[in-house]
């Protein structure tokens, strides 16, 4: 079967705006551009711009790849592989975690907001079907974890783990409250991380107390079958959630990458886009405050 239109049903184009500032589409053109470089790529279909332009559309916009592809003549696996190429490029850059702790501790940070996350997939097969599915969200996959600072700006995001993971279990794994008091900082969670203050209970020689551990890990009070909250633990609890309300902010500057509503790529690949979305949304929110204080 022919792949031409039909006559007098020719294709169509229209232009979009990306919300993003020039910086953003400099920054990922540089890190082509180098790359080709190393390479000694001689020829590509597209400029390093043109790709770098096509990949934050992907990533902002989150349209379909042959659509897309059409409008730059270019077929929907060429610009998979731009798309996983400039991924793999931003996740280089991110920040590694203990770096990210050592920073706010030498800032004078004291709380780290912890939270967690679900990406939404689509459904799989065999065996991987049950392990992405979230009994949660009632629905399938992926889950991550993300640290903020009290101001709601996103420092670190974990890699993708499955779905059916709870935060506390993902937080245990990742020895999330261990590395956080090696560096002097308290974790403040909500409720789903209820119980992980006990884990401080069974640890003896802390190297950084110098004997038993006096770690604090901050969650909101819990209502018990016969005991129900007193005033003031409500009170508490309102105080307490509208300090940690500014994560929520931080996950919603993470999810204002479109790609994420509902990720197609192949899971494998989750884990590189978490920590390239990551770099993406610091470097916006770098621009945003220096235009703000008159720097830019």
């Known amino acids: 079967m022919s792949q031409s239109p039909a006559e007098g049903f020719g294709a ?91 920073r706010q501790a030498a800032r004078g940070g004291e709380v780290v907001l912890v939270d967690g996350t679900l990406i939404r997939t689509r459904r799989r097969t065999g065996q991987a079907n049950r392990a992405h599915y979230s009994g949660k969200h009632k629905q399938h996959g992926l889950l991550t974890l993300g640290l903020t600072d009290e101001q709601g700006r996103l420092l670190w995001v974990s890699a993708a783990l499955p779905g059916k993971t709870a935060d506390i279990t993902a937080a245990r794994r990742l020895r999330l409250r261990e590395r956080l008091h090696a560096h002097g900082l308290t974790p403040a969670g909500d409720k789903g991380f209820h119980g992980w203050h006990k884990d401080v209970r069974t640890t003896r020689d802390c190297p950084a107390c110098g004997g038993a551990c006096e770690q604090v890990v901050l969650t909101p009070y819990k209502a018990e079958a016969r005991r129900p909250l007193s005033k003031a633990q409500k009170q508490a609890n309102a105080a307490f959630a509208a300090m940690r309300c500014a994560v929520e902010g931080g996950f919603a500057a993470l999810k204002h990458w479109h790609i994420l509503d509902r990720l197609r790529l192949n899971a494998r690949h989750a884990s590189t886009l978490l920590r390239a979305l990551l770099v993406l949304t610091q470097h916006e929110q770098n621009i945003r405050d220096s235009a703000r204080l008159g720097l830019g």
Do not use: C, F
């Open 12 to 102: 169509l184009s229209y232009q979009v705006t990306l919300p993003l500032s020039r910086q953003t589409l400099q920054l990922v053109a540089g890190l082509i551009r180098a790359h080709r470089g190393r390479l000694r790529s001689r020829w590509r279909k597209a400029t390093p711009a043109g790709q770098a332009l096509t990949v934050l559309a992907v990533l902002r916009h989150d349209p379909r790849l042959a659509h897309l592809g059409a409008g730059m003549n270019v077929s929907a696996s060429t610009v998979r592989r731009w798309v996983l190429e400039v991924i793999g490029l931003l996740a280089a850059r991110a920040t590694r975690l203990n770096r990210v702790l050592r």
